[in-house]
């Protein structure tokens, strides 16, 4: 390996740490600069209270909204590239400037034979093989790191936490993924119409034989998103709330749900309707994993702050015992005395999800892969109701819809109670009461 090559490698590895860990406010110019895999990191890490600062896991979290401003490339190059040699014949225009563009892809305008406007989204060359590099350099990295300190091994899995952003990464950027995860959020709805419908919700058409891994035909939704109606302020409480039942229901109830469904991924027609685009980065989350995170907000919802705690519990690997647990309830206690009925413009849900998470893993709870796109969901619903309708309780007004996905998920289900003679004992002489809400 060349030395030079090697030692700049390094560089940006230590910028990035110290982006990350610095006294400096985090830069998140300077992160997207860095490239695509820094990018994620940066995202996972706007999760994970438990390494860093709170502070700075909310300033990471602008990571998952900022468009960072990308050139264009060659569009008729890339087409040649990427289609085959009658793909135009099918359309009566196709626009070769791109309207927006990104670090992974660019998206054109089109229009088909007959008339329909439609989008093409293009993955931008050779992209896949830069980003396998730049995760086997970190992974490389990382090993050397952990052979001169071993107890980075119990801040997690540092080499399968890559594993897991290549993976997710590299499917985001095969299309393909776009067109099964728009068949299964579709499918899901279809199968549970009975039991828990959903009228407002749909997606735009795929044109699957035009489609391929680096290109994606869609139909073009002129429906403003989500960000739009809240810059505008036309995004109304109940129409926000609408969007919570629907996306909380696949999340907690059906437990396969869209896993990047920000402001700018969602769209709200005339009629009130919304629109899931850009359905690639499909999450499924575990039972025990849902049911514990929807545990613990149906019971908050209702007041049963006990409750609350115990459902988070059900996370641990290891249930706690003696002065671990008891540090738990005195600092969830502390934590919640009197949040619910205040407002998000009062107490930010992400803050205090923040807070939550690192008591949670202090006390032996396992966050693991699979909770993170659940928390990134509900931090998402947070920043649009602190943006739209910050004076609204967000808790109090999820309860009737969180009673609702009950129909989906048996609440007599959510506290895992053991047999522990030491836990049974906590449980009868606990001396932490909770707050009672009027």
């Known amino acids: 390996m060349n030395l030079d090559a090697t030692i700049m490698r390094l560089v940006k590895l230590l910028r990035f740490a110290r982006e990350l860990k610095g006294k400096k406010p985090v830069n998140i110019d300077r992160i997207q600069s860095m490239g695509l895999l820094a990018v994620k990191l940066g995202q996972i890490c706007a999760l994970r209270p438990d390494l860093l600062d709170p502070d700075r896991c909310i300033a990471l979290q602008e990571l998952y909204s900022r468009a ?31 309207f927006a563009a990104a670090s992974i892809g660019q998206i054109h305008r089109a229009e088909l034979l007959d008339g329909t406007k439609v989008v093409i989204k293009i993955i931008k060359a050779d992209f896949k093989k830069s980003f396998k590099k730049d995760v086997k350099r970190m992974k490389r990295w990382v090993r050397i790191g952990l052979f001169f300190n ?80 809240l810059n505008e302020g036309t995004l109304e409480w109940d129409d926000m709330i609408q969007l919570f039942r629907i996306h909380g229901a696949f999340m907690f109830g059906l437990g396969v749900f869209h896993g990047d469904l920000h402001p700018g991924n969602a769209m709200m027609d005339d009629n009130k ?19 514990a995170l929807f545990g613990f907000f149906y019971f908050l919802a209702r007041g049963e702050l006990q409750n609350a705690f115990d459902a988070m519990l059900t996370m641990a690997d290891t249930k706690p015992t003696g002065k671990t647990l008891s540090t738990y309830y005195s ?26 998470v690192k008591a949670a893993v202090l006390a032996g709870c396992s966050f693991g892969d699979d909770a993170f796109p659940i928390i990134r969901s509900l931090m998402y619903m947070d920043g649009m109701v602190l943006k739209g309708h910050p004076q609204v309780d967000l808790i109090s007004s999820m309860g009737p819809y969180l009673d609702e996905f009950a ?7 959510l506290l895992g109670r053991t047999q522990n003679k030491q836990w049974d004992l906590m449980e009868k002489n606990r001396t ?6 009027a």
């Open 68 to 98: 960072p401003t990308i050139p264009e490339e060659n569009f008729e190059k890339l087409l040649s590239k990427f289609t085959a040699d009658d793909f135009r014949s099918h359309f009566k225009h196709i626009d070769s400037k791109p």
């Open 150 to 229: 071993p107890k980075l091994r119990k801040v997690g899995n540092p080499i399968g936490l890559l594993a897991h952003i290549e993976d997710y990464t590299l499917r985001e950027l095969n299309l393909l993924n776009e067109i099964d995860g728009k068949e299964r959020l579709e499918n899901l709805a279809r199968e549970y119409k009975v039991k828990f419908p959903m009228p407002k919700l749909s997606f735009p058409k795929i044109w699957n034989d035009l489609s391929n891994e680096n290109v994606l035909v869609v139909e073009e939704v002129t429906a403003p998103t989500l960000e739009s109606h």
């Open 273 to 291: 309707n919304f629109i899931f685009i850009d359905t690639g980065a499909i999450c499924e989350a575990p039972n025990h994993v849902r049911k």
């Open 331 to 356: 600092s969830m206690n502390e934590l919640y005395e009197g949040f619910v009925g205040t407002s998000v413009s009062e107490v930010s849900l992400t803050e205090q999800m923040m807070k939550t």
């Open 432 to 437: 932490l009461k909770p707050k009672t809400v």
């Open 407 to 413: 129909t989906l998920i048996d609440p007599k289900t």
